[in-house]
């Protein structure tokens, strides 16, 4: 990660969390990195449901071996999906810090998907305003936060099944990550 702690401490105060906070649910969504160590290409996760809603008519190909702890899988997946419908892929593809679907570009206040992309793509300061404005404009989201139920921050931010996802994949359920990572943080 290249943020210092100040750079996380300002975006946190300026959406009235604390560092700690903020800095658990960044290190839980992507391991705190925005860029992949061995290629420097922005982290993604391509979502191979959410391009079929968003480009039905695109013939199936390689976004099946869509895999999120391998960045080549993704990469190779979101490419393959990018040349058959750009937007829609950008749109189904979650990026950075925030891990944020390309899809909430306008609620971020960008014009397009590329935008946003674009913008990622500058620096993890830039994602991790992102991920801050995403959090600011749900207001659940933002009292959830602010007052440490990683239950409902898990539910506004993941969906209401995580934990039935933490349990078919063996893996610890959202909100015990993000409490243990707070503590870590605190």
Same mark, same amino acid.
């Given at each position: 990660m290249n943020l210092?702690?100040? #750079?996380?401490?300002?975006?946190?105060?300026?959406?009235?969390?604390?560092?700690?906070? =903020?800095? *658990?649910?960044?290190s839980?969504?992507?391991?705190?990195?925005?860029f992949?160590?061995?290629?420097?290409?922005?982290?993604? #996760?391509?979502?191979?449901? %959410?391009?079929?809603?968003?480009?039905p008519? *695109?013939p199936?190909g390689?976004?099946?071996?869509?895999?999120?702890e391998?960045? +080549?899988?993704?990469? =190779?997946? !979101?490419?393959d999906?990018?040349?058959?419908n750009?937007?829609?892929?950008?749109? +189904?593809?979650?990026?950075?810090i925030?891990q944020?679907?390309?899809?909430?570009?306008? &609620?971020l206040?960008?014009?397009?998907?590329?935008?946003? %992309?674009?913008? *990622? &793509?500058?620096?993890?300061?830039? #994602?991790?305003? #992102?991920m801050?404005? !995403?959090? *600011?404009?749900?207001? &659940?989201?933002l009292?959830?936060?602010?007052?440490?139920? %990683?239950?409902?921050?898990?539910?506004?931010?993941?969906?209401?099944?995580y934990?039935? =996802?933490?349990?078919?994949?063996? &893996?610890?359920?959202?909100?015990?990550?993000?409490?243990?990572?707070?503590?870590?943080?605190?």
């Amino acid at each position: 990660m290249n943020l210092t702690k100040k #750079q996380i401490s300002d975006v946190a105060a300026g959406i009235g969390v604390d560092y700690a906070s =903020l800095m *658990a649910f960044m290190s839980v969504e992507s391991g705190g990195i925005g860029f992949d160590t061995a290629t420097g290409k922005i982290i993604i #996760q391509f979502e191979p449901a %959410w391009f079929k809603k968003k480009a039905p008519y *695109a013939p199936s190909g390689l976004w099946s071996v869509n895999k999120v702890e391998k960045q +080549s899988k993704e990469w =190779l997946a !979101f490419n393959d999906a990018y040349y058959k419908n750009a937007d829609a892929a950008m749109e +189904s593809t979650s990026i950075g810090i925030g891990q944020i679907m390309g899809f909430h570009f306008k &609620r971020l206040g960008y014009k397009t998907v590329g935008a946003m %992309w674009e913008h *990622a &793509r500058t620096g993890e300061l830039a #994602q991790l305003e #992102q991920m801050a404005k !995403f959090i *600011a404009t749900d207001s &659940r989201l933002l009292n959830a936060l602010m007052v440490k139920n %990683w239950h409902l921050v898990a539910v506004y931010y993941n969906g209401g099944g995580y934990k039935e =996802l933490a349990e078919k994949y063996n &893996r610890e359920p959202y909100n015990i990550s993000m409490e243990k990572a707070y503590l870590k943080y605190k």
